[in-house]
């Protein structure tokens, strides 16, 4: 089985699990791993890996509204290079300082592939979970779409080309800044959030699935990150890296209609309207889909770990 599939397997021994970190009497805890063949593209350099890492973990404790604190990551490969390691270890504290947070170390494996595991801690009293979207929210997101999409073909421009420049815009837009500072200010509005790190189709889905609700959202209003302009071929090819590629760790939000004006001023980065929650629809979807972009049936479809 996929890792979906393994997530809904898992749902009955854990009734507790669901949302991007778990929330034990006031602390946030969340953990990754990241594997070479999957997670870093030829050309990714060390301090980029430490970075997207641990960075992948914080935006699961912004994604709850929390306040970071500290990460850890077990770092394992088949040797270890020394300027590697520091570099990774400087990615990493680089990350973690982006957010107030601290880099306070971990373990180190030999492994036959390079693999990262991290898990990032943060606080909160009052987490955001998946399950508070109702009928007539506004659908949100933050930042902008197709950071990661834009960033893994100029890593397959350097690959093709050999092209340095393209090499060093891809890793610059793999260091992503995790949505901390957002998450905790949009936690007094937002009623459902989470990161975008399967992509925004997949997300919405999550949502939907555990808000037992419906959203509509419109390809139009989707903020495109400017990166993606250079790389896309066509419309088609843009929508498919803003929508389905993921990685991106932009959040996903609901928002009482009425809060929304408070919530995009209180944001510190552009929030933008997408769409709107709607009801769940018919228990058969063939008729009605309950999720839509442009009047059109949402597929359930972004990134998974261990196969599509």
Avoid at 80 to 89: A, G, Q, Y
Avoid at 157 to 162: A, E, F, I, L, P
Wanted: aromatic share 6%; charged share 25%.
């Amino acid at each position: 089985m996929d890792e979906r599939a393994a997530l809904r397997m898992l749902d009955t021994a854990l009734p507790s699990a669901g949302d991007d970190a778990a929330v034990v009497d006031g602390q946030v805890v969340t953990t990754d791993m990241l594997h070479d063949a999957t997670d870093f593209p030829d050309g990714t350099t060390r301090y980029t890996a430490g970075w997207r890492s641990v960075g992948a973990s914080l935006s699961d404790v912004a994604a709850m509204g929390a306040e970071a604190t500290s990460a850890v990551a077990v770092y394992a490969a088949p040797e270890f290079d020394e300027s590697e390691l520091l570099d990774f270890v400087a990615g990493a504290s680089d990350v973690c300082e982006s957010v107030d947070a601290a880099y306070v170390g971990g373990d180190l494996d030999q492994h036959v592939e390079f693999t990262v595991a991290t898990t990032a801690l943060g606080e909160t009293e009052d987490p955001v979970l998946r399950s508070g979207a109702e009928p007539g929210d506004a659908v949100c997101v933050t930042g902008a779409l197709g950071r990661s999409g834009a960033g893994f073909r100029y890593f397959q421009r350097w690959q093709d080309d050999g092209d340095e420049a393209a090499l060093e815009r891809a890793n610059d837009l793999f260091q992503f800044p995790p949505r901390v500072a957002a998450g905790g200010a949009l936690a007094e509005y937002a009623s459902s959030m989470m990161d975008s790190s399967d992509g925004l189709a997949r997300s919405l889905h999550q949502i939907a699935e555990a808000s037992d609700c419906g959203v509509a959202i419109d390809s139009d209003r989707l903020p495109v990150h400017d990166g993606i302009e250079a790389v896309a071929m066509d419309a088609e090819d843009r929508l498919e890296l803003t929508t389905f590629f993921g990685e991106d760790f932009e959040l996903v939000l609901t928002v009482p209609a009425a809060d929304l004006d408070a919530a995009q001023a209180a944001c510190p980065i552009p929030l933008t309207k997408v769409g709107d929650v709607t009801e769940p629809g018919p228990a058969d979807a063939t008729e009605q889909p309950a999720l839509t972009m442009d009047g059109a049936a949402l597929p359930d479809r972004g990134y998974t770990h261990g196969g599509d």
